[in-house]
């Protein structure tokens, strides 16, 4: 059996694409909520309008969900941390798969270090690559990265979470996997800006340009393979989720962009993945100015105009 650990749009509809497959668990914290999914068949909350199949059982009972061997961690980053170390013990040998995007703010680790420093004794993977959760939850055809350091596990894996409308690729790169996920939240937010702020498309394709070449440097700087970064997890993520209206990080950079207060509420993972690539960083010496732009707008929007000259005035070079 699988389990879903996180009833959020994307736990949601990886469940619901599973469930087509076999039996799946969606544990969710809160009581309430769990009761709302098995009243309604559905997760109004977090992915209204599409039905839990049959074989998705909800339920607030972590023991339940965790009697599964493969568990999908479908949390936020900056929760994922602080999840397993009051759960870690549930984990031994269990197989764990983080479907988070994100670099920990606190630790500088990424999804698949979090879990071996939470959970030691459990078997990690990673699932990213490009995808909505709403277009997961009704089938719509999606092809996403399985990154797994053991290659046997990984096309185990492989096999096991492919539907016919959801294709998995795999690698063993888990590092290139993961900041290529992490790191294109950070770039969307500045696309969203440039475009909130009515900079042009012209000037977003710039942006995308050069923060895919900061996210080789930091990512290639930190055991990342080239490869990986232009595949699925990477550039194809990037381009996702910089060029649609139905990714958070996109919105909340053109909400910043055209000068309103950004809604807090949704998951927005580039904003504190941007601090934490910055810490990054400075600590491998490198210049990562397109980060370090979204920083500064997260910290100080009004600072739009000078901080695109600053970036348009940097020195000139080759590409
Ligand atoms: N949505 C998408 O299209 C995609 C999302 N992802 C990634 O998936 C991850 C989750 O995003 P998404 O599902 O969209 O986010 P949502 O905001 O929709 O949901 C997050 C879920 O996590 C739960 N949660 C938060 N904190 C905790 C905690 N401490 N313990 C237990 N549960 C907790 C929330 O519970 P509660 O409802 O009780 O608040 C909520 O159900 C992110 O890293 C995102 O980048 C990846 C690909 C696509
Ligand atoms: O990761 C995603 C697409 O692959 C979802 O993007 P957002 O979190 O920006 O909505």
Not at 57 to 79: G, H, R, S
Not at 93 to 105: E, F, N, P, Q
Not at 139 to 166: I, W
């Amino acid at each position: 059996m699988i389990s879903v650990l996180g009833a959020g749009a994307f736990g949601t509809s990886l469940a619901i694409a599973l469930g087509a497959k076999g039996h799946v668990c969606l544990w969710a914290r809160d009581p309430e909520h769990v009761a709302e999914m098995i009243r309604a068949r559905e997760n109004t909350k977090r992915l209204p309008g599409v039905p839990l199949p049959a074989r998705v059982t909800p339920t607030a009972d972590l023991a339940e969900a965790t009697a599964a061997d493969v568990l999908l961690l479908a949390l936020p980053m900056q929760k994922l941390a602080a999840f397993l170390a009051g759960e870690g013990a549930r984990f031994d040998g269990k197989t764990l798969i983080a479907c988070c995007k994100g670099i920990d703010v606190s630790t500088l680790s990424g999804p698949l270090q979090v879990i071996a420093h939470g959970a030691p004794s459990a078997k990690a993977a990673l699932l990213t690559g490009p995808s909505f959760a709403a277009d997961i939850a009704v089938g719509l055809p999606t092809a996403l990265t399985l990154a797994c350091g053991d290659d046997a596990l990984g096309a185990a894996l492989q096999e096991k979470l492919s539907t016919p409308a959801l294709r998995l690729y795999r690698t063993t790169d888990t590092i290139g996997a993961e900041l290529g996920g992490a790191l294109k939240n950070v770039v969307a937010i500045g696309a969203g800006i440039v475009i909130g702020a009515g900079l042009g498309d012209s000037a977003r394709a710039a942006l995308i340009t050069r923060g895919f070449a900061e996210i080789q440097r930091l990512a290639q700087a930190l055991g990342g393979e080239a490869e990986t970064l232009v595949g699925l997890s990477g550039h194809g993520d990037l381009i996702l989720t910089c060029t649609s209206d139905k990714s958070r990080n996109f919105r909340f950079g053109c909400e910043i962009g055209s000068g309103q207060t950004p809604d807090s509420g949704p998951t927005v993972e580039g904003a504190a993945t941007a601090r934490a690539a910055l810490n990054l960083s400075r600590q491998h010496g490198l210049d990562l100015p397109v980060v370090a732009a979204v920083v500064t707008l997260l910290d100080r929007p009004e600072a739009l105009d000078e901080t695109v000259a600053a970036l348009l005035s940097r020195p000139l070079k080759s590409e």
